[in-house]
């Protein structure tokens, strides 16, 4: 069964400063990784995501990823975060195709200072 | 283009009523999911349907049932609610097997 690890239940961080989220998951095939970020009481809205190829992906927003096999990681990094970035962030990890059921983590919730 | 549209926006419910919510697909898209959000969690997969039908299906009782019309709208219907039912109700669509979910806004229910 697939399952996806966030450590980090919450982030503070100072406005212009870099950013990275811990994102671990369990699959027994070749993983399809997405990023969700969810402002309050909305939707879903995808950051980027990973099926195959170069293993640091870039995604809206200035945000990046880069999947690490290894480390059965794919964290979610950002150079210089804004205050609009304050938000939660879902890591999850698809089966077949992409497309099946999306497993998520519990999520990082990412606090902003100025 | 409109994106995922989900209604309500909000439902009040009391222990042992039954709901339905709706959603409609982003245009084009063939395939749709749904998940529940508890508060302070990361979305559950219940089910999804493609032609009609329900292709998949996550760890919820069969009280959680649905329905996918011919124009590829959805709904998702939870009958005997209980207390723990209170939840975020997300939407999503795809095209086919296509690799990327759309997800509405949600329909916040509360079951008092």
């Known amino acids: 069964a697939q399952s996806v690890t966030q450590p980090d239940i919450h982030i503070t961080v100072s406005e212009g400063a870099s950013l990275e989220l811990r994102c671990n998951y369990s699959?027994?095939?070749?993983?399809?990784l997405f990023w969700y970020v969810q402002s309050p009481g909305q939707g879903l809205q995808l950051l980027l995501k990973y099926f195959s190829g170069d293993t640091l992906v870039q995604g809206i927003k200035g945000f990046e990823a880069e999947f690490k096999r290894s480390q059965s990681s794919f964290n979610l990094r950002k150079p210089s975060v804004h205050w609009s970035d304050a938000a939660e962030y879902f890591c999850a990890v698809g089966a077949n195709f992409g497309n099946e059921k999306l497993t998520f983590g519990t999520g990082t919730r990412l606090t902003i200072i100025p | 283009d409109a994106g995922v549209t989900q209604s309500p926006t909000h439902l009040i419910k009391t222990r042992g009523q039954q709901v339905t919510l709706r959603c409609s697909p982003k245009?084009?898209?063939?395939?749709v999911s749904w998940y529940q959000q508890a508060l302070g969690q990361g979305p559950q997969f219940i089910f999804q349907y493609y032609e009609e039908e329900e292709r998949q299906r996550g760890n919820f009782p069969d009280r959680f049932s649905g329905h996918q019309f011919p124009n590829y709208s959805s709904e998702l219907n939870v009958n005997a609610l209980l207390l723990g039912d209170s939840a975020l109700y997300l939407c999503a669509s795809s095209l086919g097997r296509g690799r990327e979910q759309f997800f509405g806004p949600g329909t916040r229910l509360t079951v008092l």
């Open positions: 245009s084009g898209h063939d395939t």
């Open positions: 699959y027994g095939a070749t993983p399809y």
